[in-house]
């Protein structure tokens, strides 16, 4: 079965770090797209950035500069470090695997939450 496990989560202070990570199985990992994607309360849920099948990024404006997404193959991991926090950055954070057009993977989510 395909599992995508987050770990990472958790509460930081405004300006701090965090780096998630997103362990898959179940796919040929190194053919898929990678991506993190985020939702506020409230909100629609967004694309923070995504990785390709051969490592070229792509970052929403509003966390360009901060964060960064990679991924390594011989792990099956796709990681999200995230410095200089903001509250706004405050989501559950998920992890998201696409090949082609074929229906993407989802997992499970993991809170950040980013307040003094």
């Known amino acids: 079965q395909v599992q995508l496990a987050e770990s990472g989560g958790g509460l930081v202070q405004p300006g701090g770090s965090l780096r998630l990570s997103c362990e898959a199985s179940?796919?040929?990992?190194?053919?898929?797209?990678m991506g993190w994607y985020r939702q506020a309360p409230g909100k629609q849920r967004e694309l923070v950035a995504d990785?390709?099948?051969?490592?070229?990024?792509n970052y929403a404006d509003s966390v360009k500069g901060r964060f960064t997404i990679s991924r390594d193959n011989a792990k099956n991991t796709v990681y999200l470090q995230m410095v200089s926090l903001k509250p706004e950055d405050t989501a559950v954070y998920y992890c998201n695997a696409k090949y082609g057009s074929a229906y993407p993977y989802w997992g499970q989510g993991t809170q950040v939450t980013v307040s003094s």
């Open positions: 990785i390709t099948s051969g490592g070229s990024t």
């Open positions: 179940g796919i040929i990992f190194r053919f898929y797209a």
